[in-house]
């Protein structure tokens, strides 16, 4: 089995593409792709990400990129809706769960793909990150089936902890029984 290092080579080679950047071989299906790791590589590929593959696309002039952290577009919503200090004393007053249900919400996918449209202006490949971090709060379907919308000709990479069957997304090795419309890179 390749491992998480071999991988991410394969990853920055194929992003660099001429292959990758023209969206070939996507039989007009929109370019979301899904780079799927064992939840038990998780830091090793925030560090990947950071330090290998990030600092790989700052030269490259086609390919305007930007990284968008899922989890931290929740804290700077709660921030600007003034509800993040309240939400510790709601968690420790009504629990962990209510707060969760609190938060997907007014965290919902309409006010995550605002925030991702709203960094991502004048960008052509969109990064997202933070998917193992957010759950059970946000769903991933509901992020690419809402960007989906928006972003028919950007091409977006989805980091995610779990695994990728070309058909269904395993989360930590649940199934979630949705459709996605991305391939597997």
């Known amino acids: 089995m390749e491992n998480i290092n071999e991988k991410f080579k394969r990853l920055i080679k194929k992003v660099k593409s001429e292959e990758f950047y023209n969206n070939k071989g996507l039989a007009n299906e929109v370019p979301f792709y899904i780079f799927d790791y064992s939840p038990e590589t998780e830091l090793e590929v925030r560090d990947l990400i950071k330090n290998e593959f990030l600092p790989s696309l700052e030269n490259n002039e086609r390919l305007r990129t930007v990284e968008i952290d899922i989890f931290e577009l929740l ?6 809706d003034d509800i993040l200090d309240v939400s510790f004393k709601i968690e420790e007053k009504k629990g962990t769960r209510f ?33 193992g971090k957010i759950f059970p709060i946000v769903r991933t379907h509901t992020i690419l089936n809402n960007l989906q919308n928006i972003f028919d000709h950007t091409k977006v990479l989805l980091f995610f902890p779990g695994e990728y069957t070309n058909i269904d997304l395993r989360l930590f090795g ?3 029984n949705n459709y996605y419309r991305a391939f597997r890179i």
């Open 75 to 80: 804290l700077e919503s709660m921030k600007n």
């Open 99 to 131: 707060l969760y249900e609190k938060l997907k919400k007014s965290f919902n996918s309409e006010v995550i793909v605002k925030y991702i449209e709203q960094k991502s202006e004048n960008k052509n490949f969109i990064i997202l990150t933070g998917v």
């Open 174 to 176: 649940f199934k979630d």
